[in-house]
Nanobody, 117 residues
Framework: QVQLVESGGGLVQPGGSLGVSCASS????????VAWFRQVPGKEREFVAA????????YYGDSVKERFTISTDNGKNAVHLQMNSLKPEDTAVYFC??????????WGKGTLVTVSS
């Protein structure tokens, strides 16, 4: 059983930076493709970034390219999302997703990021 826990959300001013992290309690995320999504009330969940199972490839949504960076630590114990040049429209609940080889998806409960002055 994969239980994802996000951390690091909070309030940041426009133009600032913030990092959020995703970890699986009790196990590594090796062997899982891991992605970040975000959602605001009344809108569909939006893809933000992803890292492949082997960590060799990263993907980004158009709205965050060149501002956000997804990375993993050694052993893929956690997946991080570094967010720079934040804008008010980046305000959302950020969810971590892990997809196993068999296609099963696991989701965290989310962490709120608020970009406001």
């Amino acid at each position: 059983q994969v239980q994802l826990v996000e951390s690091g959300g909070g309030l940041v001013q426009p133009g600032g930076s913030l990092g959020v992290s995703c970890a699986s309690s009790g196990r590594t995320l090796s062997g899982y493709a891991v992605a970040w999504f975000r959602q605001v009330p009344g809108k569909e969940r939006e893809f933000v970034a992803a890292v492949s199972r082997n960590g060799g490839f990263t993907y980004y949504g158009d709205s965050v390219k060149e501002r956000f960076t997804i990375s993993t630590d050694n052993g893929k114990n956690a997946v991080h999302l570094q967010m720079n040049s934040l804008k008010p429209e980046d305000t959302a609940v950020y969810f971590c997703n892990a997809r196993a080889y068999d296609g099963v998806n696991y989701w965290g409960k989310g962490t709120l990021v608020t970009v406001s002055s």
